[in-house]
Structure formats: C-alpha cells, structure tokens
C-alpha cells in the first residue's frame, strides 16, 4: 500500500498483540509487538475460592459482565458455558455483557450463543461501559424486581485483594447506575495483569521507539503507567500515542506523552486515525 514507514508499537499483551501486528503488516503498516502488560490469571487462594463460587452460582446473578478477552478466557470454562448456553430461551436467563466486539467474539468463541450477548451498537462512539448501559439499561427494572444481582468479571492487579476489585471509572460508573437502579452487583477477579519482564532487545526496541517518532497504541491506561514507571515522564514527552479511549488518552497525557490521538479500538478506526496523522 505505501503507507509511510513510521513504526506502530502494539502495546497490548500477548497473544493480542501479535494478532494486531499481523492485521497492520498486511495492511502496509511497520508495526511492532511490545506488550506493556503480562496476563496471567489470579491464583491466590482468595481469587481461586471467588472465582469457583462465581462459577457454580452463576445462576443468581442476571447478568455477567466480562470486561476484556481475557476476562472471558479466564472465567469461561467448559462447565460454565455448557451450563450458560443450556439455559431455557427466557426472560429470566443470565445474560452476558460485554463492553465491545471483542470480548464478545472471544465468548462466542468459547461456546456462548450469540443471543445471549449484549455490547454497545456497532455505531457506538465508544465501545466502554458508557456504551454498554445504553443497550442493558432496560433490563435493569426487571432485574431489580426479581432480587438478581450483577457480576463484573474483571482483572486483579497482583497482589490486589479481593475486597479492593472496585477500581477502573467506566466499572464503578456502571456499578453506580446498577446500584441506583436497585440491582446489587459482585465482583470477581480472575486475571491479573502485570509489568511484562522485558529482554534486552525489548528494551532497546523501546527506548529507540520512544526517540525515533513511533506511534504508540495504547488499549489500556495500566499499560501507559508501566511505560511509565520504566523510563520516567521526561523520556514520554517527545514520543507519540495513539489512545483508544478519552479515559487512556488523559493517562497518557498524565504520564507525560505530549502528542496524543484517540480513537475508538477497532481496527478500523486505528487505521483511519494512523492514515489521517500520517
């Protein structure tokens, strides 16, 4: 395609992040895989114990929010979803909620029919839990009425416990809404997300990425703090990102990034925001 040879650096954690680099090479990008965060899932006794509850009383809850991919790959086992896909076709059946079309495919991907799933419209402006109680929210009356709660499935950072999960504005503004509405709503953390331990050619990769004018893409304002804490607000200023939300947009300008874009996360909208800065 030509496109003009700036680096994008895919800042996602893996295996996203090379799924990512693959889709911007055949497009003509330079893109290159730096995961700023490690995933791996919540193994304290305290997050195994939750999680296990979680799973064998799904069917208190009337709907179970899965914040990410991952959310999604760490609490759907086989069980799960054969119990969730089983469910009688009814109003009362436990509903999935996912805040974009990602986390969607991956539940489909696991089993979960697609009718059982509610996301944002696809012409949403943001795909964010803003997003997601435009399409939910009138669930909410009948939810109230028959005493079910919620279940936010989510990351836990290491070493957080479990009764301090409620973290991240787009999930304590949907717990708000829930809980003015009436509906009680639980938390679970089933992944938690980490500094990735860089070699040295990763950290070379950064450091020259940070000088050189790469445009960094950010999914994830923990991500933005990781770069961050390694290298120092002073190093972030020259360097350019690319933020997929308003709330990873003000964290990178908090961290100290000075030239910053922002878009919605969908491949498309990335595409068109890189074609249009460049």
Same mark, same amino acid.
Do not use: K
């Given at each position: 395609?030509?496109?003009?040879?700036?680096?994008?650096?895919?800042?996602?954690?893996?295996?996203?992040?090379?799924?990512?680099?693959?889709?911007?090479?055949?497009?003509?990008?330079?893109?290159?895989?730096?995961?700023? @965060?490690?995933? #791996?899932?919540? /193994?304290? *006794? !305290?997050?195994? +114990?939750?999680?296990? %509850?979680?799973?064998?009383? $799904? &069917?208190?809850?009337?709907?179970?929010?899965?914040?990410?991919?991952?959310?999604?790959?760490?609490?759907?086992?086989?069980?799960l979803v054969q119990a969730l896909a089983g469910q009688p076709r009814s109003a009362s059946a436990t509903r999935l909620w996912c805040p974009g079309p990602g986390t969607?495919?991956?539940?489909?991907?696991?089993? @979960?029919?697609? #009718?059982?799933? /509610?996301? *944002? !419209?696809?012409? +949403?402006?943001?795909? %964010?839990?803003?997003?997601? $109680? &435009?399409?939910?929210?009138?669930?909410?009356?009948?939810?109230?009425?028959?005493?079910?709660?919620?279940?936010?499935?989510?990351?836990?950072?290491?070493?957080?416990?479990?009764?301090?999960?409620?973290?991240?504005s787009g999930r304590e503004w949907l717990a708000r809404q829930l809980q003015e509405a009436g509906i009680g709503v639980d938390f679970v953390g089933v992944y938690q997300?980490?500094?990735?331990?860089?070699?040295?050619?990763?950290?070379?990769?950064?450091?020259? &990425?940070?000088?050189?004018?790469?445009?960094?893409?950010?999914?994830?304002?923990?991500?933005?703090?990781?770069?961050?804490?390694?290298?120092?607000?002073?190093?972030?200023?020259?360097?350019?990102?690319?933020?997929?939300?308003?709330?990873?947009?003000?964290?990178?300008r908090a961290a100290g990034f000075v030239h910053i874009q922002q878009c919605r996360p969908s491949l498309e909208d990335v595409v068109a925001s890189l074609e249009s800065?460049?």
């Amino acid at each position: 395609m030509g496109q003009p040879q700036r680096r994008i650096i895919i800042t996602r954690p893996q295996p996203e992040a090379d799924g990512w680099v693959a889709q911007l090479r055949q497009r003509g990008w330079a893109a290159e895989a730096l995961p700023l @965060i490690d995933i #791996a899932a919540a /193994d304290s *006794p !305290a997050h195994q +114990a939750a999680r296990m %509850d979680a799973r064998q009383h $799904w &069917a208190r809850y009337g709907a179970l929010m899965l914040v990410s991919t991952n959310a999604a790959r760490f609490f759907l086992d086989p069980a799960l979803v054969q119990a969730l896909a089983g469910q009688p076709r009814s109003a009362s059946a436990t509903r999935l909620w996912c805040p974009g079309p990602g986390t969607a495919r991956a539940a489909q991907a696991l089993g @979960i029919p697609s #009718a059982l799933i /509610d996301q *944002p !419209a696809t012409d +949403a402006p943001q795909f %964010d839990s803003e997003s997601l $109680w &435009a399409e939910v929210g009138p669930q909410a009356t009948a939810m109230a009425a028959s005493g079910r709660r919620v279940l936010v499935v989510r990351g836990a950072s290491a070493g957080t416990a479990i009764d301090q999960l409620v973290t991240g504005s787009g999930r304590e503004w949907l717990a708000r809404q829930l809980q003015e509405a009436g509906i009680g709503v639980d938390f679970v953390g089933v992944y938690q997300r980490q500094a990735p331990a860089w070699t040295a050619a990763q950290l070379a990769l950064a450091t020259q &990425a940070l000088a050189d004018g790469s445009i960094w893409l950010f999914s994830s304002s923990e991500a933005v703090m990781h770069l961050r804490n390694r290298f120092g607000a002073a190093a972030l200023a020259p360097a350019q990102a690319l933020a997929t939300h308003a709330r990873i947009a003000q964290a990178t300008r908090a961290a100290g990034f000075v030239h910053i874009q922002q878009c919605r996360p969908s491949l498309e909208d990335v595409v068109a925001s890189l074609e249009s800065a460049l």
